[in-house]
């Protein structure tokens, strides 16, 4: 990972780890679970976005060295992999 | 919220951050971003479990006993707006 | 189904009927596959916006009318398993 | 898109629209709504599975001779432009 995309997707996991405390802040406190979840929808929202980052990451750099190198079936398997995991 | 519905989304919540921990290291010690990849779906899927059991402890309390009330447009008009956004 | 849901409901899947015909030709002509994905993804779209109405009727009658018939636990459960499997 | 793939994508659309065909029977003849959201679940898992062909066909040939032809930010801005639309 280049270095200002770290800095980036740290950023952005901070954000997540503040905002995921919230949440637990609102739960302590008995709020109205409707709330809760429309936060917890916010949180995951924002993991897919740090995962787009880290996704745009890996295109620039390996996955496009590896198909300059000629191990396109390899990286392409692993996206594709991911691509699964990411639709369960 | 029910005593024991929040004592388990509270222990989710624990689990949740610690994993979060663990991607905050894996991207400080430039792990390869597949296998970072592969930890936040994980968080992602743990996170809509916990979703899992607020809504259906919701669904048991607030919307049931709305619906028992007269109150069934509103009750339902509320989980229809979570289902949008849940599905954005 | 209230007669009103099924007339609508019974639009939109003339109307995804339509769209899938349409990537057919698409893929047919051999398209860019770009191009192709993004009507796929806009008739997941309308396939989700669909399966709303078909969740809306169903809370309006089914789930309310069980609730107030005291077979609260039954419908509850039957909507958390399609939570699940929409999230599969 | 290569013959091979065309043909398993063609064969998958065959099978969605059958299907879609038994989601519109099961409104037509008043089927219980759970049963018809299961079936239009399976319906969009079976077109993200179709769309998971067309995207490997597309990284093996159009992105990959893109890369290798120097057109690497504009195949992977494409890319990530359709990541973004999967995931609304």
Same mark, same amino acid.
């Given at each position: 990972?280049?270095?200002?995309?770290?800095?980036?997707?740290?950023?952005?996991?901070?954000?997540?780890? @503040? =905002? *995921?405390?919230?949440?637990?802040?609102?739960?302590?406190? &008995?709020?109205?679970?409707? +709330? !809760?979840?429309?936060?917890?929808?916010?949180?995951?929202?924002?993991?897919?976005?740090?995962?787009?980052?880290?996704?745009? @990451? =890996? *295109?620039?750099?390996?996955?496009?060295?590896?198909?300059? &190198?000629?191990?396109?079936? +390899? !990286?392409?398997?692993?996206?594709?992999?991911?691509?699964?995991?990411?639709?369960?």
């Amino acid at each position: 990972m280049e270095d200002t995309t770290r800095q980036d997707v740290l950023k952005r996991l901070n954000y997540i780890e @503040g =905002h *995921l405390g919230g949440v637990r802040r609102m739960i302590e406190e &008995d709020k109205y679970c409707p +709330e !809760v979840l429309k936060q917890t929808f916010a949180i995951r929202r924002a993991i897919e976005k740090m995962e787009a980052l880290i996704l745009d @990451g =890996h *295109l620039h750099t390996c996955v496009a060295s590896g198909i300059r &190198d000629g191990r396109e079936d +390899e !990286v392409i398997n692993e996206l594709m992999e991911l691509y699964d995991l990411a639709n369960r």
